[in-house]
């Protein structure tokens, strides 16, 4: 079984910025592909950001493109996300998922492992 744990989050000031960590267990994290989805109150999950198993390709949502930035350092079975600009409406829980297939995909039912997730906040 992978665990996936997030950390990072918090309360910004719009315009400011943050950066998510995403650790995972097991000896395969470097196979897999990864991403950041969030769900704000009231709302559906939705993607953020997703990395193939090598970092060589990633894929953004159009909200965060140019404002986030997704990475992993295989080494250290860890995944981030930088946040910089925040606006208030990425305000929401911030979901890290871990997928066997080693590509980065925006579709989350193409991820078999998720973490707890942590809260972003984000005020005026």
């Known amino acids: 079984q992978v665990q996936v744990v997030e950390s990072g989050g918090g309360l910004v000031q719009a315009g400011g910025s943050l950066r998510l960590s995403c650790a995972t267990s097991?000896?395969?994290?470097?196979?897999?592909?990864m991403g950041w989805f969030r769900q704000a109150p009231g709302k559906e999950r939705e993607f953020v950001a997703a990395?193939?198993?090598?970092?060589?390709?990633?894929y953004y949502a159009n909200s965060v493109k140019g404002r986030f930035t997704i990475s992993r350092d295989n080494a250290k079975n860890t995944v981030y996300l930088r946040m910089n600009s925040l606006k208030l409406e990425d305000t929401a829980v911030y979901y890290c998922?871990?997928?066997?297939?080693?590509?980065?995909?925006?579709?989350?039912?193409?991820?078999?492992?998720w973490g707890q997730g942590t809260q972003v906040t984000v005020s005026s």
């Open positions: 998922a871990a997928g066997r297939r080693p590509l980065a995909s925006g579709t989350a039912r193409e991820y078999d492992y």
């Open positions: 097991g000896r395969t994290f470097s196979s897999y592909g």
């Open positions: 990395i193939s198993w090598s970092g060589g390709s990633t």
